[in-house]
């Protein structure tokens, strides 16, 4: 999967999961995984009572996708490529993107202590630059991730009452 994400992101565009199985013993079924594009599919909506006018959506009915399946002795998987077409254009950029710009445990941990030195958001994504020059993360999932980070902290608590509490 992680190839297969790679590729797909220099080519421009973000490879998810779009079904698997793992074989369980039953017989006739063998383990794959199906790989599409995030914008394969139609968008589904969800309650059919409400009207909405204003909405928008990535799901674009792109019929990409390739198959895996693991190899015989289990060393590695051999991936076939079901459909190659593409119906819309291919991003020119992938920052922003909300499945490129996924941040790792470990950029929100080192994103957590230097909330806890307070380090400015940009200050942040800059360093993080620097450790992954392929990163599509912008400031502003910096931002959400900081805003998380201190939610976990403050707990249930508004932001006067942790105020309150932290000059008593």
């Not at 297969?4 to 698997?20: D, K, L, Q």
């Not at 369980?24 to 909405?52: H, P, W």
């Not at 998987?77 to 996924?102: D, F, I, Q």
Request: charged letters at 25%; glycine letters at 8%.
């Amino acid at each position: 999967m992680n190839w297969a994400r790679s590729v797909a992101y220099e080519i421009g565009f973000v490879a998810i999961i779009t079904r698997s199985y793992t074989n369980t013993g039953m017989r006739g079924r063998t383990s794959f995984v199906l790989i599409g594009r995030e914008r394969s599919d139609q968008y589904r909506v969800r309650k059919k009572d409400l009207v909405r006018r204003d909405t928008g959506s990535r799901k674009c009915g792109c019929p990409f996708k390739l198959r895996g399946k693991p190899v015989a002795r289990g060393q590695g998987w051999m991936v076939k490529l079901m459909c190659v077409s593409h119906n819309h254009e291919m991003t020119k950029s992938l920052v922003g993107h909300p499945y490129a710009g996924r941040l790792t445990k470990v950029e929100k941990i080192i994103i957590a202590d230097m909330t806890k030195s307070m380090v400015k958001p940009r200050n942040i994504l800059l360093m993080l630059k620097e450790h992954n020059a392929n990163s599509y993360t912008t400031i502003k999932q910096i931002c959400n991730t900081r805003s998380t980070y201190r939610f976990s902290i403050r707990g249930s608590d508004i932001e006067m009452q942790q105020l309150v509490k932290l000059l008593e």
